[in-house]
């Protein structure tokens, strides 16, 4: 049982515009604590996707964009494309420790 | 640009002790935090814990006292000692900077991760 939700699997048309939310309570995302979102390609390590719920780091397509909203955040692609395909976790902080959502799978019909 | 690599024993006997070591390259350890992430076959991401550059550390409450993390900057590297082994420990270790912000800190830069089983 992770400490943030995300869904399971979320999945979209090449092309289209796919949101993944994370829901998180008053003890973290709610209390004010950053988001960051990774991407996670199959056999490889996770890539910060997203730092301080909205910035992206260099290299990072604008086709991703984060969002933040009381106790809920989330990762928007738009145009996605079939390199997308993989799992993307949100993280935040919780009583001194970082927090992971249990990751949602992306797939690109 | 800064690189993270993982190393140790790939099979460690329940009971035992976990011990990895994570060597950074392309920059200095000392002016940044780390920490050691773990992924389960098939499950999500498990912080385990981190190392502040002021040499504060903090774990992961559910590992109950069995975690230890320690840098070594005259070797450019930071390590992870796991104590009493199980098999729920078995998992894909990864080594992570961490960008320590106002509100929290993420990770912005990961070993590939090891591989390590709890076997007899």
């Known amino acids: 049982q992770s400490v943030l939700t995300q869904p399971p699997s979320v999945s979209g048309a090449p092309g289209q515009r796919v949101t993944i939310p994370c829901t998180g309570s008053?003890?973290?995302?709610?209390?004010?604590?950053?988001v960051y979102w990774y991407q996670q390609l199959p056999g490889t390590a996770p890539k910060l996707l997203i730092y301080?719920?909205?910035n992206r780091p260099s290299g990072v397509p604008d086709r991703f964009s984060g969002s933040k909203s009381g106790t809920s955040a989330s990762l928007a692609i738009n145009g996605l494309q079939a390199e997308d395909e993989a799992d993307y976790y949100c993280?935040?902080?919780?009583?001194?420790?970082?927090?992971f959502g249990g990751g949602t799978q992306l797939t690109v019909l | 640009q800064v690189q993270l690599q993982e190393s140790g024993p790939g099979l460690v006997k329940p009971s035992e002790t976990l011990s990895l070591t994570c060597t950074v390259s392309?920059?200095?350890?000392?002016?940044?935090?780390w920490s050691w992430i773990r992924q389960s076959p098939g499950k999500g991401l498990e912080w385990i814990g981190f190392?502040?550059?002021?040499?504060?550390?903090n774990y992961n409450p559910s590992l109950k006292g069995r975690v230890t993390i320690s840098v070594d900057t005259s070797k450019n590297q930071f390590s992870l000692k796991l104590s009493s082994v199980t098999a729920a420990d078995t998992a894909v270790y990864h080594c992570?900077?961490?960008?320590?912000?106002?509100?929290?800190?993420?990770?912005?830069?990961w070993g590939q991760g090891t591989q390590v089983t709890v076997s007899s």
């Open positions: 392309g920059g200095s350890i000392s002016s940044y935090s």
């Open positions: 992570a900077r961490a960008m320590v912000a106002a509100a929290g800190y993420g990770f912005d830069c």
């Open positions: 301080g719920n909205i």
């Open positions: 190392i502040h550059y002021s040499g504060t550390t």
């Open positions: 008053s003890s973290n995302i709610g209390a004010g604590y950053d």
């Open positions: 993280q935040s902080y919780d009583s001194s420790q970082a927090v």
